[in-house]
């Protein structure tokens, strides 16, 4: 069964950072694209980073651009999320998910960690 299990989320003040990683179990990611979403109530999940299999290519929300960086570990299979300059308005859940390189879709989600940030 596979599984991606995310941590580091929490309560920080504007202008702080966190750091969310996100951990595989029951099978080698190498060879699948890893991404970070978001969602907030009421709204649809979004886009927030992506990282290529080989870590090489990367790519970003605007909304994020500048501000975070998606980075991964295939030995340790592994995503992380550093996010720093935090605004109130990047408070929602977040998810990283991963999908096979010849596929669109992603079909591994883990189950989302609460990331509030106040003003």
């Known amino acids: 069964q596979v599984q991606l299990v995310e941590s580091g989320g929490g309560l920080v003040q504007a202008g702080g950072s966190l750091r969310l990683s996100c951990a595989a179990s029951?099978?080698?990611?190498?060879?699948?694209?890893l991404g970070w979403f978001r969602q907030t109530p009421g709204k649809e999940r979004e886009f927030v980073a992506t990282i290529s299999w080989s870590g090489g290519i990367t790519s970003y929300a605007d909304s994020v651009k500048g501000r975070f960086t998606i980075s991964r570990d295939n030995a340790k299979n592994t995503v992380a999320l550093e996010m720093n300059s935090l605004k109130p308005e990047d408070t929602a859940v977040y998810y990283c998910?991963?999908?096979?390189?010849?596929?669109?879709?992603?079909?591994?989600w883990g189950q989302g960690t609460q990331v509030t940030v106040s003003s």
């Open positions: 029951g099978r080698t990611f190498s060879g699948y694209v």
């Open positions: 998910a991963a999908r096979n390189i010849l596929i669109s879709e992603y079909g591994y």
